[in-house]
Each structure stands twice: as structure tokens, then as C-alpha cells.
């Protein structure tokens, strides 16, 4: 077939195409609002979401949340669980309203919120009061600053690690689990491996044949892809138990709400600053680090940038609609 023949074919391989593409693995981080406490302009309260295999997954909860997710495109009735690492309004008060909307939309399935003790008891008080007729499952699971996986499914866990903040606060991590191995086509058929064999070579498993022989999994298959992590620090100040928490992973968000000539406000607030970011992420090995949670007195962040690359090149700034495949570093 010649280029113009194909060219032709592109609008009926196009619905083919979107679904493998939409059956591809997915590991993908949306910034929602990389701002602190104010509002502004340029920049919302903070809030994420994280698409693991079309299963979407929120990281805090600021005002604005929910419209951010609409302007994505991001699926309500994909949403499982949320989680909120601190008490502080910036990061939570989006809550009541994305919880009420997903009644509004006879949302089914269950949603978990992952939240201290304090916040269970008042939005689990808040939504009977505004939201009793919902149609899905409102779960509440109690986290504390002790570090404990608190998620796991098929494909990912979740687990806690406390940061240094005026209240309560936790940082979490997200690990992709081991993934399974890749058949290599010529060599199974070369052997004959049965077709109900193929998830076992996948899983490692080497093959006995009918007469006994044993084939190495080795030759019939090829390495698993690499899993990947992703570490979620707002709010702290500079903390060595954040640097052990997060060490190694592929990818760490880090609040950098000040610059270096605010690094006396970051302590007494307990902030960290671009630089501090950096540090962290230089000390831990990760690969890259993202930043956010600007002060509202920035109206340009790239200076946080600059003073975070100096000690950090792999870096980058967090911006409303972001999508950012973290499959690819």
C-alpha cells in the first residue's frame, strides 16, 4: 500500500487506533492547582490527580478542584479514592463540593477519602448534613503520621510518610508493583508453548514440554518493563525523613513555596524553599522533581526554577493542566 492509499484508510483506523491507544498502560500525573493558601490569577489551591490504568486517583482537594477536572476531561466516575495529607484549607476545601457533585451525577461506585481523624469526623458530619441521598458508597479511612501503605490493588500501593508542617501532615508514595514480563512471539511458537501457558512465562515461569525438557523463561521472553513511583511532599519544611521517605523514586513533587530570600519565612512557617526542593531531591536520588505550591507573592515562578537547578537540573515548574506522563523520564 502506498502513503496516499493509507492516508485514506486513517479515518476508518481511527476509532482501532484510539482503542489500543486508550488500552495502553497509563501512569499519568494532572496538576490541577500548584498554588498555596490565596487563590490568585495564575494559580489555584492544590490538588492532583493521578490516572493509573484509568483508575483516577485524587492528591488533595483545594477550592476548584472539580472545575479543573472538567476542563481535563477527567473521568468523575473513574474517581476512587482521594487523598489529603494535611488539614489545612488549601488543601481540602474542594471536598464537600467534588463529593456533593458526584452524587448529582449518580456516581455508582464507591469513593475511599484518605484523611486524619479530625477530617473524617467533619466531612463525614458535613456530607450527611448537605448530602444524604447519595447514590455511591462514602468511605473514610482514618490515616495517621506513623508510615503505613494505606491503598494497594493490582497494580500500585500507596504509603504514608510524615512531613515537618504546623499541623499533622503526611507525604505519600506511589509505587507501581513489578510488572510482568514480555512473550517473545518467534521463540513460543519455535518451542510450541501452549497458549494457556502465556501468562505463566509472563510471570516468570519456565516451560516443561511434553517430553519433559525444561526451556528457560529466559529464552522466551523478554525483561518486564520498569516500574515506576511517584512521591507527593506538601506541606514541609526541609526534613531528612523526607529525603529517607522518598529515596529513589522516579518522580517527587515538592512544595517550593518561597525563594531563597524568603527562607527565614519558609522555617518560621515551616515552608521550604525552591533550593531546599532541590536538596531533597539531590540527597534522595530521585530523578525528577517537580515543583509547587508557589507563594502568591511570585507573579513569575522560573526564579524558583533557576535557584532549584542549580542544585537539581532535573527540574521542573508544576502549571494548571498539566499532564505529565510519568512513564517517560
Known amino acids: ?82 487523598f489529603i495529607s494535611h488539614l489545612h484549607g488549601d488543601h481540602c476545601f474542594g471536598l464537600p463540593g467534588l463529593l456533593s457533585t458526584l452524587a448529582l451525577l449518580q456516581k455508582s461506585s464507591s469513593v475511599t477519602v484518605h484523611i486524619f481523624e479530625d477530617g473524617a469526623e ?21 490515616i495517621t503520621k506513623e508510615p503505613r501503605v494505606i491503598y494497594e490493588d493490582s497494580a500500585i500501593t500507596v504509603r504514608t510518610f510524615p512531613l515537618r508542617h504546623r499541623v499533622p501532615a503526611v507525604g505519600f508514595v506511589f509505587e507501581e508493583k513489578a510488572k510482568m514480563r514480555h512473550v517473545n512471539a518467534e521463540a ?13 512465562l509472563r510471570q516468570g515461569m519456565d516451560y516443561v514440554t511434553p517430553a519433559g525438557v525444561v526451556i528457560p523463561n529466559e529464552k522466551l521472553t523478554t525483561a518486564a518493563d520498569a516500574s515506576v513511583s511517584y512521591a507527593y511532599a506538601s506541606d514541609t519544611t526541609y526534613s531528612e525523613r523526607v529525603i529517607q521517605a522518598v529515596e529513589g523514586v522516579d518522580w517527587l513533587y515538592h512544595e517550593a513555596t518561597y525563594g531563597d530570600e524568603c527562607e527565614a519565612q519558609a522555617r518560621q512557617r515551616f515552608h ?58
Open 1 to 82: 500500500m502506498d502513503f496516499w492509499s493509507f492516508q485514506k484508510k486513517i479515518p476508518t483506523l481511527a476509532p482501532y487506533i484510539k482503542r489500543y491507544l486508550n488500552r495502553m498502560p497509563r501512569f499519568e500525573l494532572n496538576i490541577l492547582g500548584c498554588g498555596s493558601a490565596t487563590s490568585t490569577l495564575r494559580h489555584l489551591p492544590t490538588s492532583q490527580v493521578l490516572n493509573v490504568r484509568d483508575n483516577v486517583m485524587m492528591i488533595d482537594c483545594g477550592e476548584g478542584a472539580q472545575l479543573e477536572m472538567r476542563r481535563r476531561k477527567l473521568k468523575f466516575s473513574r474517581l476512587t479514592n482521594i
Open 122 to 142: 467533619m466531612f463525614s458530619s458535613m456530607m450527611d448534613y448537605f448530602c444524604r441521598d447519595r447514590c455511591y458508597e462514602l468511605r473514610f479511612n482514618v
Open 188 to 200: 513460543v511458537r519455535t518451542f510450541e508453548v501452549p497458549q494457556h501457558f502465556m501468562n505463566s
Open 272 to 329: 521550604s524553599t525552591a533550593r531546599q526542593a532541590a536538596m531533597v531531591a539531590k540527597e534522595a536520588g530521585v530523578k525528577q522533581l517537580i515543583l509547587g505550591h508557589y507563594s502568591s507573592r511570585y507573579t513569575d515562578a522560573r526564579p524558583l526554577l533557576q535557584q532549584a537547578q542549580e542544585v537539581f537540573p532535573a527540574t521542573r515548574l508544576a502549571n494548571e493542566g498539566d499532564c505529565i506522563d510519568l512513564m517517560n523520564y
